[in-house]
C-alpha cells in the first residue's frame, strides 16, 4: 500500500483546497455577479475567511458544508453570526448538540423563512435555494463529491425528527409471588398479590453533548405463550413533522425468531406480546451423563445418586427484543432527538414453591442384609403461580438418600469383611440424615429506576433441619499372635442446619448467600478396647495417643453442574481408622503393632436439586 509522508500530505491537502478556493471564487462570479464586483480583487480573501470561520464553528472539512456557508455570507454578510440582530445565527452555529450538517441545515432553512417574511436586498427565496445548491455542486465537481450529501442524510428541506418517544410495559395485576414466616415450628405460606411497579419511560430531550447514544435497557417479566398473553410491550413515537407520512417513523421490533416493522401511522403506537421461555420444558444447558444405574457400589466406594429434574432457584437468560425508531433526525430549530433505541429483557415471571418434609431413619443392624425398616416417604409439596404440580422426583430423591446410604454402610460392613482385619464385624446406626423441614419459594422480580429496570432473581427460604444426627457403632474382634481382644468404636453428635434466608436485591449476590447454606461436622470416635481370656495368656491393650479417628461430613447447596439451578449435596465418609495397641504375650514378650481396621471410606455422596 502505498502511503504518503506528512509534507505529501500537507502538499496534497493544500492542493485540494486550492482547487476548492477557485471553484468557489468561479461560484461566486456565476451566482453572486454583483458581490463578486463589488469585491473585485478581494473575491480570494472574502472566500478564505469564510471558510475560516466554517473551520471555527465546527462547519470545516467537508467542502459542500463550506460552500453553502460561503453562500450564507454572500447574503447576510462576512461575519454575521457575530453581528447584532443574528443571535439565531449564533445560537445554531455555536450549539455543540448539532453536528455540521445540521447547523449549515439549520442556519439554511431559517434563512430561508427570514427571506420568505422580507426579501434582502433583492435577493429571493428561490435566487438563495439555487445558490446554495449550485455552490455546493461546484465544488463536488472539483473535490470528488465532496460537496454531496452523506449517505443516510435527509432532502435538503426536509424536517423529519421524532419529537418524543415512549416506551412502556403493560400493568401487569396478574402477577403474585409467595410470602413466608415462620408460625411456632411449622412454616405458613400465603399467595400474594404483588404491586409492580410502573415501567413507563419517556424521552423527549436530545442527548447532552459528548453522550454515547446507549439503547434504554428494561427487564420485563412475562409467562409462556401457552399460558397466555398477559405481558405487553408498547412504542409511541410522536412526531411533528416527517418527510413522508408513509415512510416515518419507521419501528423495528427485533428477536431472536424474526422481526416485526412498522412504517408510518402504523408505528405511531405498537403493542406487541411478551412471552417468557417454559422452565417445565427447557432443556438444561448441556446434558449430563446418565448415571450408571444398576451397577452395584463398589466397597469402600462413593455412592452417587441422579439428579432431579427440579428448579431449585434456577435462572435462565432472558428472551431479548431490541426495538428501534427511526426518522431522518433533522430538525429546523434545535437538536434532533434523533434515533431511539430500547433493549427489553424478558424473564419468566414465574413463581415457585418447595415444602418438603421428611422423618428421622430408625435404628439398623449388619450384618443383616437390609436395614430392619426405612423411614417413611417425605412429604413434598411443589408448586408454580399456586398451581400443584408433580413432585415425584423430589420424593424419589430424598427416598434415595435413606437407601444411598445403607448401600454405603453396606458396602463398608462388606469390606470389613473381606479385609479380615476386624473380625466378626457388627454395625449399629442410628443415621439421622437431613430430617426436618424446609419451605423455598424463588422468581425473578424488577428493580425498576428511572432510567431503565433490571432483573434479580428472589429467594426466600425457611430451613430447619438435622443436617446430621449420627450414632455409629463399630464392634469386632482383634487377634495377634496368642492375643485376643473384643474392640469397640463409638461416634456420636448432631449437626443442625437452620436459615432464614430473604434475597430481595441484587447485592450481595445470591450465589454467595446460597453456598453459605451449609453444616459440616465431625464427630470423633471414642475406641475401647477389651482382652478376652486365652489360654496362653496373651493380653491386648489400647495405647494412648493414638491418631484419633472420626465420621466427617458436610451438607449444603451447591450449583447442579448442568447449570440448571442449585442442588442440594451431602457428604458422608469416614476417616482411616488405626489402632495403636500393646499385646503382652509369656512367649514373646511386649509387642507394639498399629491394627488399620478401615481405609478412607465414603459412605454416601448425595445429591437432589
Known sequence: MLKLTQEQFEWLRGTQQSRVNLALVAALDTQWPDLAAKLGARKHAFIEAALAQADQLGMGGDAGIEA????????????????????????????????AWAKIEQLTLRSLDMLQRQMVMGVTPDKFDAADEAMAAAVGSVGGGLGAPKAGRPAVRDACDLSAFDVAISDQPWRVEYR?????????????????????????????????????????????????????????????????????????????????????????????????????TLPPPFP??????????????????????????REVPP?????????????????PLGEQEAVVAVHPADQWLLELKTAPQPLWHWPQAQPSEMPPPPVVRLERDGEPLPSSDWARAWTQLNATLAQGLGAWHDGLLKQQVLLHPQLDVEPGLMHGSMAWTWGMREMVQAEGSSAHLRVQALVRLMACSMNLQVAGELRHQTAHARIRLHAQGKAPLEADLLHESPEPPLPGKLAALKAAWRFPFTVEVESMSSPALGTMTLLPGGKPVALVGELGLRPRPDGAGWAWYCLVKLEAALVPLRVSDPQHGQTFIQRDLWPETVLLDWSAG
Open 68 to 99: 453553502r456557508f460561503v453562500n450564507l455570507w454572500c447574503v447576510w454578510g462576512p461575519s454575521f453570526v457575530d453581528k447584532p440582530g443574528f443571535e439565531w445565527a449564533a445560537t445554531i452555529a455555536r450549539d455543540i448538540r448539532l453536528d
Open 288 to 313: 449430563m451423563a446418565p448415571p450408571d444405574a444398576g451397577t452395584p457400589p463398589k466397597p469402600s466406594g462413593p455412592v452417587r445418586t441422579d439428579f432431579t429434574k427440579g428448579l431449585l432457584c
Open 319 to 335: 428472551r431479548y427484543l431490541h426495538v428501534s425508531a427511526q426518522t431522518c433526525g433533522h430538525r429546523r430549530y434545535g437538536a
Open 180 to 280: 413466608m414466616a415462620w408460625s411456632g415450628s411449622e412454616a405458613v405460606v400465603r399467595l400474594a398479590p404483588l404491586v409492580v411497579p410502573a415501567q413507563r419511560y419517556r424521552t423527549d430531550m436530545p442527548r447532552p453533548p459528548g453522550q454515547p447514544q446507549e439503547p434504554r435497557q428494561i427487564a420485563a417479566l412475562a409467562q409462556p405463550a401457552s399460558r397466555g398473553h398477559k405481558a405487553w410491550l408498547l412504542a409511541r413515537s410522536t412526531v411533528d413533522h416527517v418527510c413522508d407520512a408513509d415512510v416515518h417513523p419507521h419501528v423495528e421490533i427485533k428477536t431472536d425468531a424474526g422481526g416485526q416493522v412498522f412504517d408510518g401511522a402504523a408505528a405511531w403506537t405498537v403493542k406487541v406480546p411478551l412471552h417468557s421461555v417454559d422452565l417445565l
